[in-house]
Structure formats: C-alpha cells, structure tokens
C-alpha cells in the first residue's frame, strides 16, 4: 500500500499520528490535568468522535478482534495514568525521550508471531540486517534528542509505559487482521474507549484516586475532551499505519518524529532545552534509511 510518488502508506499516516502526539503531549505539560480524570475524558473523548462511524460501518465479528483489544485496553487502561501524571513531572520532551527503546522490541518480538515474514527478510539478509540497523540508531537516536537530568526520573515515572508501548503495537497489528479496514479503525477507537472506560471507573469506584470535585471540574472536563479528540485522530492514523506495515514496529519508530516536533516547538516559543540537533537529524535521517531499505522488500 503505497502512493504513486513512492513514500509508503505507513510512514504518511505515522507523520500524522506523530504531529498529533506531540499536540496531545505539549496539550497536557500545559493544562496538567490530573492523570487518572484525563485518561477517562480521553476515552470519553474518543467514544463521541467515533460513534457516528461505528453506527454506519458497524462492527468486526471475529472473536479474536476483542480478545486482542480487551488485552490491550487493560495495558493501556494503566499505560494512560502512569504516562499523562508523568508528563508534568518530567516534561513532555524528558517523557518522549525514555520511550524509544521499546520499537527494536517490538521490532523482533513481531518474527516471533509471523515466521513467514521472518522467511521473507532473510530472503534479502542484508536489507535484514540493515532495516535492524536502523532501527536500532533510530532508537538510539530519539533516546538522545534530549540530555536532561530528569531523563532517569522520567524513567522511574513512566516505567510501565514502556512496557506498554512494546507490547502494544503488537496486539494493535493483530487486532487489525482481524477486522476490515472499513471497519478496524473506527471500531478499535470506539470499542478499546467502552473498555477503558469501563475499567478505569471500577478502579475509580474502588481506589477513588480523585474527588468528583477534580473529575467533574470544568477544566478537567475541558482538557480531557480537547486532549481526546486529537488522541482519538492520532489513534486512527496510526491504526491506519498499522493496516499497512507488515511489521508493527514500524508505525512507533515514524510516531518518534514527535519529540523532534516538541523540540521544534520549544525553540520556536524561545523555551531552554538540552535538545540534540544531531540525534534530530539522525531520526530523521533513519527513517528515510527505512523508507529505503523497505522498498527491497
């Protein structure tokens, strides 16, 4: 899937999911809503946005769909709390630089779940190992776009979020074989919102990590709908990405874009960064080399 002038499906919708990620995170180092309240209004968010598109394409009958997106709506339901309350600790830029670790992991683990794909790259081993290359000085690279000494504070913020954002593309990719693309993207959004949703509120309910005073406030109802509706596009881009890599870890390796976008961002507002010009360049210069190698196999 690809478009006449040759730049692939994945990494068009992966730039657009990663300018939106970077809006979403520069959205709440800004407004600091409180982690738990936004990760509901986000799905609430993200619920409203898709409604109308799952009411008129309907949705997926395999099983297997929802068995991959429950999975992952209870990584996520976690994921979301721990990254939206790191950010005001960290920095979205600090946030943004302890994450790219996990695309090489997410890179490898996927052979395991398709050896037929393993098959087709060690037909060209040498693309092989230069797209492994690559995305190891990818991730190297985003790692050091900013040198800042909350970098280990935003580790020990975000720890899980790791995690997640390993497993993660995995089970989207997944998800996405089993569901039409007519009906994939809209239907995870609106469906993984109804988990979520579902999820963080019994945990709410029990653990009651906020007084309905904060949760029901007008600013945070404010955020959390404003910050959904760009998570809820961000999430269809990528989805659609996913739809058209044949390796998931390719749509988060584009989407690291964003922390050169957030350091694009502070210098034009004229905000004191520790920015790696070099390592933005060398993002950059990898996700070509990508595009590249790609085009062999």
């Known amino acids: 899937m690809a478009f006449p002038f040759l730049v692939p499906a994945w990494v068009l919708f992966g730039c657009g999911a990663a300018i939106l990620s970077a809006v979403l995170m520069l959205l709440q180092e800004r407004l600091r809503v409180d982690g738990y309240a936004l990760a509901i209004w986000c799905k609430i968010a993200c619920v409203c946005v898709t409604l109308p598109f799952v009411l008129v394409n309907g949705l997926p009958t395999q099983p297997l769909f929802y068995l991959f997106l429950g999975v992952g709506a209870v990584l996520w339901s976690i994921s979301d709390v721990v990254f939206f309350r790191g950010i005001p600790q960290a920095g979205a830029g600090a946030v943004s630089r302890v994450l790219p670790s996990s695309i090489l992991i997410s890179f490898l683990l996927w052979f395991v779940i398709d050896p037929d794909l393993l098959r087709t790259y060690l037909g060209q081993p040498w693309v092989f190992a230069g797209i492994a290359v690559v995305m190891a000085l990818w991730a190297f690279c985003a790692s050091n776009l900013r040198k800042c000494p909350v970098s280990m504070g935003a580790l020990r913020a975000v720890w899980f979020v790791l995690f997640a954002a390993s497993i993660g593309p995995l089970l989207a990719k997944l998800t996405t074989q089993n569901a039409a693309i007519e009906q994939g993207p809209y239907a995870y959004v609106f469906v993984e919102g109804l988990m979520m949703i579902t999820l963080l509120g019994t945990y709410g309910l029990?653990?009651?990590?906020?007084?309905?005073?904060?949760?029901?406030?007008?600013?945070?109802?404010?955020?959390?709908?404003?910050?959904?509706?760009?998570?809820?596009?961000?999430?269809?881009?990528?989805?659609?990405a996913y739809y058209a890599a044949d390796n998931p870890a390719y749509v988060p390796a584009v989407k690291l874009l964003d922390a050169v976008i957030i350091l694009g961002v502070y210098a034009a507002i004229g905000r004191r960064n520790n920015g790696d010009i070099w390592s933005g360049l060398g993002v950059v210069a990898c996700a070509a080399l990508l595009i590249a190698l790609k085009s062999f196999v």
């Open 206 to 240: 029990i653990r009651r990590p906020i007084t309905p005073g904060v949760f029901f406030a007008p600013a945070t109802m404010r955020g959390g709908m404003l910050i959904g509706m760009v998570m809820a596009a961000a999430v269809l881009l990528s989805l659609y």
